[in-house]
């Protein structure tokens, strides 16, 4: 046996080679796998938001049972998983009260808090940091807001022990310092940032400033506030996290949450692990799947070397046989010469799928990812090991179980129903997977595979098709005389290397095409998708306050030449509520990414010509005359009331005059207005209260409506609006004549009716995504608040929100509200332009208006988090199985050319000595050549082409899907065309130069069967 491998040395260095590369795929999955996993976990904790992967513990102390706990007894019952994973933790000790900023004003929250070295954390700009029990630090805005000085205390009341107990007494905390929070120290404070709350109203509270909160020693807590809430927050180091230690901490952390209930355990490591989970078990099938596509082809490739080998050795299994061995004995004969070369490239196998991994994860993975061989690598050896020595036993199957008579011949007869059966099998399966794949039978991953198998198929379908078809073609060839197409035709009838090559090259081209179509398939629905997510080409966020604020930063960009518009973003708490967007119609459309404002009927969000009536004074003043009708039951005096919004939104009534005591009469106006800054006119309101039946109409004129005697713009046409648009049923008319307004009531049941300002339609005209229909919904506003809106237009997405949103005009809800939500809203400028000197731009205006960034979200930038996810390097490593494939086919037709170029060197020297002219003979060799690889290459395209329709919709483009933008599947037909010409271009040079090759070593003297 061993001198038979040395004498056939090329054919067992080929053997090894294809054997290799068989456990090269096998090894290369799961090592590739890890890495992957690996760089799933490395993007999910870099992209997360710290806020989002810190786990926080939290406990609230006992004031009955003088609790004194403090966030070292909390940091001490933190499982050693945990601690593993992350940074020195921060603890906290606070309380929430409420303090009047400045005497005479209403109480407003404030939260008193200790962290863990808080004045290594923040800039004091005045005075020391707190050191004894009483001593805090209050920030720079209060003290610029309120005047306080340092000195000034404060008394905070103690929560009471039990309702019997005695009041404890209050604290008084002495101001020592001013602070300023370290814009450098954002991992410290996650979400619990002190600052950002001073003067600015707190939603449901009527317009109450907020405080900042004060910083104290933690002395403060040891001595004070036994009903404190401690926390600690873990924040997560990403260095730490790894595939095996992230588990661990996640199931630490709800063991510590069952076995102290006391104290609650925020989940955010577990929901980290299942996210990675969700991408994990896309890496799980994806990566072998792509790896198996190539190894597939790679056990093609070695059965058919096989088989060429098995041919070469028939003469000596004939010898074996006539020396005396059995069946048997030949077997183990045949089976060990090949058998040998398959284990030796398993080892080999294994050490160049680790010089791959190297390769690819360099190319394709981020930096620095640990690289790991998991101990599965030995499973898919032995697999790889075990298919290819089943891929030989087949190959070899045939002759050994020809007679000798047969094994003599120089020419082997033709198949044998064996292998026509095997064949028969393999396209049945492959065409049942690929059914499976179409029907929808079979999804997800496994599609990657339909295009192998479709060209397995195809390639052994065409295989056995070929030489009956090639006879046909040169008996044609052969009646119009054209001699070298009558040779080329019968070598492609005769030689057993044209169909392997034709078997080979269809299944390299279908995996070469489907990888690079794959590729760019997917790359355009990435690229749609974060088009639709992000909205524009860049998106400031700032920490504006109002709307004012915001658009007046739009506009001085836009007189710097920076395309601007103005958004407000809010997300509801609850995940199934409408998002609301809030848009400048005018400017919108020309900042969004292409495509997205197209359709959008913005029109219908344009403003009315009435301008908001503004209030601003003490006193509503005019006269009113009323003349009323009512019936029984309507029980005390109708008033007048006006509605007013307030900047932050708040929607108050103020009285102006009670009509009465009698059912006729005038008087003067002389209301308090009560509005804490400038107010806007919302409506007039006529109430009174009465049973069911009950009606009532009145007739009331107001005079010269003003405020402190300064007359109001209410007298134009069009200035009032009836809401209820109900033609002689309950309402309210405004009808103006000169300085006088007449007002006609008319109502039922005692009900309130209403005339509103005409300064902003009622309900607000919106334009919506979603499937919940044309009908009007409430949404929640910029402020907070709620408004109904009518939908104008429905369509699939919209810009930000996607498939579940609502667009509304934010000049429309800026009359209804300035203020911007400080929890839910968001504040942006969306930028037609991402560059760098835009985007400088737009944080150097806001900072001159006062206004922070809190971040720059740009496309490229969402686009990227996309291509950095399991899916895409997934169908990134198709592209590079799809160039492997190819060189693999160049790989076989070298192959084939080595061990059968005797064959044809001995056909062309027959045909010269039989008077083919040479030219003639060396054109039918070169067709030969050409014309096989050339139809395998049509054929890979074609399989390609057909196996993408059938499987791309079921490849999952992402980790998390979505309903819109609605994927799009279409075939990329010039990444097609690109990869197919590459593709031609390559095979069809080599097996021209291996047609040369072998046309240059032709003698006439093999004709004669002499040595070549």
Request: hydrophobic share 45%; proline share 7%.
């Amino acid at each position: 046996m061993w001198s038979a491998l040395r004498h056939r040395r090329g054919q067992v260095l080929v053997l090894l080679l294809v054997s290799a590369l068989v456990a090269t795929c096998a090894a290369f999955a799961p090592i590739f796998a890890r890495s992957v996993d690996q760089a799933v976990l490395r993007t999910h904790v870099e992209q997360a938001d710290p806020n989002e992967v810190a786990t926080g513990l939290t406990y609230t102390r006992d004031p009955g049972r003088k609790d004194k706990q403090m966030p070292r007894d909390i940091e001490a019952k933190v499982p050693a998983a945990l601690t593993a994973i992350s940074k020195d933790p921060i603890g906290d000790v606070s309380t929430a009260t409420q303090i009047p900023p400045v005497p005479g004003k209403q109480p407003s929250p404030l939260v008193v808090r200790a962290p863990d070295d808080v004045c290594g954390h923040v800039t004091i700009t005045k005075g020391s940091c707190p050191d004894a029990p009483g001593e805090i630090l209050v920030s720079r805005a209060d003290v610029r807001a309120w005047g306080w000085e340092q000195g000034r205390t404060f008394a905070i009341g103690q929560e009471r022990p039990s309702p019997f107990a005695p009041q404890p007494p209050d604290v008084e905390l002495t101001v020592v310092g001013v602070y300023q929070v370290t814009k450098a120290a954002p991992g410290y404070w996650l979400e619990n940032r002190p600052d950002g709350k001073s003067g600015v109203p707190q939603p449901g509270l009527d317009s109450v400033p907020g405080i900042d909160d004060f910083l104290t020693t933690p002395a403060t807590f040891e001595k004070y506030f036994p009903g404190a809430v401690v926390s600690v927050q873990l924040p997560l180091d990403p260095s730490r996290a790894t595939l095996d230690s992230l588990p661990r901490a996640a199931a630490a952390s709800d063991r510590m949450a069952k076995d102290d209930p006391a104290v609650s355990v925020s989940q955010s490591v577990g929901e980290l692990v299942d996210e990675v989970s969700v991408a994990r078990s896309q890496t799980a099938i994806i990566v072998p799947f792509v790896a198996l596509q190539l190894g597939l082809l790679a056990v093609v490739v070695l059965f058919l070397v096989a088989q060429a080998a098995v041919e070469q050795r028939r003469h000596d299994v004939a010898l074996a046989r006539l020396r005396g061995r059995s069946r048997a004995g030949a077997r183990r004969l045949l089976l060990s010469e090949l058998a040998v070369p398959v284990l030796l490239g398993v080892p080999v196998g294994l050490l160049a799928a680790m010089g791959l991994a190297v390769v690819v994860r360099r190319l394709v993975l981020p930096p620095d990812i640990p690289y790991e061989v998991p101990l599965v690598v030995l499973v898919w050896l032995l697999a790889a090991l075990l298919v290819s020595l089943a891929a030989v036993a087949v190959a070899a199957r045939p002759v050994l179980r020809e007679p000798v008579s047969t094994l003599l011949r120089e020419v082997p007869p033709a198949p044998t129903g064996g292998p026509h059966i095997v064949e028969a099998i393999i396209v049945v399966l492959a065409l049942v997977s690929v059914g499976g794949l179409a029907s929808g039978t079979i999804s997800g991953p496994a599609a990657l595979a339909a295009p192998t198998l479709l060209a397995i198929a195809v390639g052994l379908v065409a295989a056995r098709l070929l030489p009956p078809l090639a006879t046909r073609r040169a008996a044609r060839a052969m009646r119009r005389g054209r001699i070298a197409a009558v040779i080329a035709a019968h070598g492609i009838a005769r030689h057993s290397s044209a169909r392997r090559a034709l078997v080979v090259t269809t299944v390299a081209t279908a995996v070469a095409v489907f990888g690079a179509n794959a590729v760019v398939v997917a790359d355009a629905n990435r690229q749609d998708r974060a088009d639709l997510e992000t909205g524009a080409p860049a998106v400031v966020t700032v920490s504006a306050t109002s709307t004012t604020e915001l658009m007046k930063v739009a506009q001085r960009l836009q007189e710097k030449g920076v395309e601007t518009s103005p958004v407000v973003t809010i997300k509801p708490s609850d995940p199934g509520a409408d998002k609301t967007i809030a848009v400048d119609p005018q400017t919108f459309a020309g900042v969004t990414n292409d495509d997205l404002t197209d359709g959008l009927d913005l029109k219908a969000l344009r403003l009315p010509e009435q301008d908001p009536i503004m209030l601003k004074g003490k006193h509503l003043t005019g006269e009113v005359s009323w003349d009323l009708t009512r019936t029984r039951g309507i029980e005390g005096r109708p008033s007048l009331k006006v509605d007013i919004t307030t900047a932050s939104g708040d929607e108050l009534t103020r009285d102006l005059h009670v009509l009465g005591p009698k059912d006729h009469g005038s008087d003067r106006i002389h209301a308090d207005l009560l509005c804490p800054s400038t107010c806007r006119l919302d409506g007039l309101r006529v109430a009174s209260t009465g049973s069911t039946g009950s009606r009532m109409t009145a007739d009331v004129k107001i005079k010269d409506l003003g405020v402190d005697g300064r007359a109001l713009p209410v007298d134009g046409e069009g200035t009032w609006r009836e809401p209820g648009e109900g033609a002689g049923g309950p309402g309210l008319t405004v009808t103006t004549k000169g300085d006088t307004l007449e007002l006609n009531a008319r109502s039922r049941n005692g009900t309130d009716v209403t005339a509103v300002v005409a300064d902003v339609p009622r309900p607000l005209p919106a334009l919506v995504s979603g499937t919940k229909g044309a009908a009007d919904r409430d949404i929640i506003t910029i402020a907070g608040g709620q408004t109904t809106v009518h939908p104008e237009q429905t369509v699939a997405a919209l810009p930000a929100v996607t498939d579940q949103g609502v667009l509304v005009s934010l000049p429309a809800l800026s009359r209804l509200s300035r203020a911007i939500d400080p929890e839910r809203g968001r504040a942006q400028l969306w930028l037609a332009d991402a560059s760098p000197s835009s985007v400088d731009r737009a944080r150097d205006v806001a900072v001159e208006e006062g206004l922070g960034v809190r971040s720059v979200e740009t496309t490229s930038s969402a686009k990227q988090a996309y291509d950095r996810s399991a899916s895409a390097w997934g169908l990134q490593l198709a592209l590079l199985a799809g160039v492997l494939a190819v060189l693999l086919g160049a790989l076989v037709l070298l192959v084939l050319a080595v061990t059968g170029w005797r064959a044809v060197v001995a056909d062309v020297a027959a045909l010269r000595v039989s008077g083919v002219a040479r030219a003639d003979a060396a054109r039918a060799a070169r067709t030969e050549n050409l014309l096989t690889v050339a139809v395998g290459i049509v054929l890979g395209v074609v399989c390609a082409v057909i196996g993408a329709a059938v499987a791309m919709p079921s490849v999952p483009l992402f980790t998390e899907p979505a309903a819109v933008p609605v994927p799009d599947f279409s075939t990329a037909w010039w990444a097609v065309g690109l990869a197919a010409l590459v593709t031609a271009v390559l095979l069809l040079a080599i097996a021209l130069l291996l047609a040369r090759w072998v046309l240059g070593r032709v003698r006439l003297a093999a004709a004669r069967g002499e040595s070549m």
